[in-house]
């Protein structure tokens, strides 16, 4: 090719690229639409139960919806408390084994529940999944998720379980389970 017709390719090109810029430029098009992008966390042990993001997720806000309380309560009724024991049997005699209480990692279990990261004003919250006749809840900073850890801070990438002497860092969505942690 002559160096005239190569300037004028080139020169056509250049032109093309400068017309595409600046029709962007000057008419960039739809703004976008914000929409919520909810995260779910499939259980990893429990492969027969996974389904279409997000799927169960309507059920267990209507289940919370059932249970949070619609007017706030008479302040004049006192709410009946019922305590029952059962009687202490002694063990039988002789030598005795006892098994060790079988542990779970509270962090495994607590990434395995959480079903989304709710915003509540200013604060987050954690709802938790129905599942082994349990219903779906709603956990906030400072409530107990078991008998003793306790959901002590809470972001929307990472959960933070104490117990009083130690905490247990918990990522959540899109995070490797591998990543959790003790902090002493």
Do not use: C, Y
Request: hydrophobic share 50%.
């Amino acid at each position: 090719m002559s160096l005239a017709a190569n300037f004028a390719l080139g020169f056509t090109g250049a032109a093309a690229l400068g017309g595409a810029v600046a029709i962007g430029w000057l008419a960039p098009g739809e703004p976008q639409v914000q929409s919520l992008a909810v995260a779910r966390h499939a259980q990893p042990a429990d492969t027969a139960a996974l389904e279409r993001p997000g799927a169960d997720l309507p059920r267990a806000v209507d289940q919370l919806a059932a249970q949070l309380p619609a007017a706030k309560p008479d302040p004049e009724q006192q709410p009946t408390m019922v305590v029952v024991r059962r009687p202490v049997r002694s063990p039988p005699p002789g030598p005795t084994v006892m098994a060790a209480a079988p542990m779970h990692d509270a962090g495994l279990v607590f990434r395995a529940q959480t079903a989304a990261i709710v915003r509540q004003g200013d604060h987050l919250a954690v709802l938790l999944a129905a599942g082994e006749g349990r219903p779906a809840r709603l956990l906030k900073v400072g409530e107990l998720f078991d008998d003793r850890w306790r959901l002590t801070a809470l972001t929307m990438d990472e959960a933070v379980l104490g117990d009083g002497v130690s905490q247990e860092r918990v990522p959540l969505f899109g995070n490797p389970a591998g990543a959790a942690g003790r902090v002493q």
